[in-house]
């Protein structure tokens, strides 16, 4: 696995460098080609925020966005959580991919027989028993979008109570969302036109 990493407001050491490696090379296991992931380390400045060690971590697999973020008080607990999540994420792919790739041959090979290694076969029985819970469509909803600024719309979004809230930038005429984001501020999402 080749991983390039970054830092923000924090001393790159290569044993923390060398930790992550070591954390994430766990996830490449699941793949025979390497896989390229892009890693930000980060400590928050602000005082207030108690989980200000940040660890972000992208893979592109097959053209597929893999991608993981945990904040603790402490780097090597944050690599940790983001390691496990990610080799979560590719293994629920990979599962994912093998299930459909494996549909309708006659020898009825399963994602777990394909893929699996031994010490690791409850664990991917377990995420196939979950990935038969999909999540439904329950619900559908139309509202009419207005013409505002971000400004507007992140108060709008404060007044409903919601996480987000859609509409069109009367700035740019393009439908945009704005959400609220982890460190109390909010974000902003446009397309890329």
Not at 31 to 51: E, R, W, Y
């Amino acid at each position: 696995m080749h991983v390039t990493v970054t830092g923000r407001n924090i001393d790159l050491t290569t044993s923390l460098k060398d930790y992550l490696i070591d954390k994430l090379k766990r996830a490449q296991k699941h793949f025979d080609h390497p896989l390229d992931a892009t890693a930000l380390l980060s400590v928050a400045k602000n005082p207030s925020i108690a989980q200000n060690q940040t660890a972000e971590v992208t893979l592109k697999v097959n053209g597929t966005v893999i991608r993981g973020e945990e904040s603790t008080e402490n780097m090597y607990a944050s690599i940790d959580l983001v390691a496990d999540k990610i080799e979560r994420q590719l293994r629920k792919y990979k599962t994912r991919y093998w299930e459909r790739a494996t549909k309708g041959h006659k020898d009825g090979a399963s994602a777990v027989d394909v893929g699996a290694e031994e010490d690791d076969d409850f664990s991917v029985q377990k995420a196939i028993k979950f990935d038969d819970i999909k999540p439904k469509m329950v619900r559908s909803k139309r509202f009419p979008l207005k013409p505002m600024k971000p400004e507007e719309a992140a108060s709008h979004m404060d007044l409903l109570g919601h996480d987000f809230f859609m509409f069109i930038n009367s700035e740019s005429g393009h439908v945009n969302t704005v959400y609220h984001r982890r460190d109390g501020n909010y974000g902003l999402i446009e397309p890329e036109v």
